[in-house]
């Protein structure tokens, strides 16, 4: 069964950094498309960042420029590098993972196949 693992999280003032990763076991990284998302307390599940296969990389327009996700292919990791942090990132951050891959439509992403148990990222002012 697939697993992903998130670490990371944590608390820091606004303006701070923080680097998530998300370890992926039982699974080769094949046929994919990776992400993450965040939920807020009171607030829906939202996307935050996608990279396909091809490398090529989403982001939600609250988050541009701030955030960045990578893939170490050859670690099974995830990481999201977030920058510039700000009290309305305070979240639980959670990977994702969609295998076969998707076609990344920002505005209509299927539910992933699987997720991690999330990791809290609390920002204060």
């Known amino acids: 069964e697939v697993q992903l693992v998130e670490s990371g999280g944590g608390l820091v003032q606004a303006g701070g950094s923080l680097r998530l990763s998300c370890a992926a076991s039982a699974f080769t990284f094949y046929d994919y498309t990776i992400g993450w998302f965040r939920q807020a307390p009171g607030k829906e599940r939202e996307w935050v960042s996608v990279m396909s296969m091809d490398g090529s990389t989403y982001y939600a327009d609250s988050v541009k420029g701030r955030f960045t996700i990578s893939f170490a292919n050859g670690e099974n990791l995830v990481h999201l590098q977030i920058n510039s942090l700000k009290p309305e990132d305070t979240a639980v951050y959670y990977c994702?993972?969609?295998?076969?891959?998707?076609?990344?439509?920002?505005?209509?992403?299927?539910?992933?196949?699987?997720w991690g148990q999330g990791t809290q990222v609390t920002v204060s002012s």
């Open positions: 994702a993972l969609w295998t076969p891959h998707i076609v990344v439509l920002t505005t209509r992403l299927p539910a992933p196949d699987y």
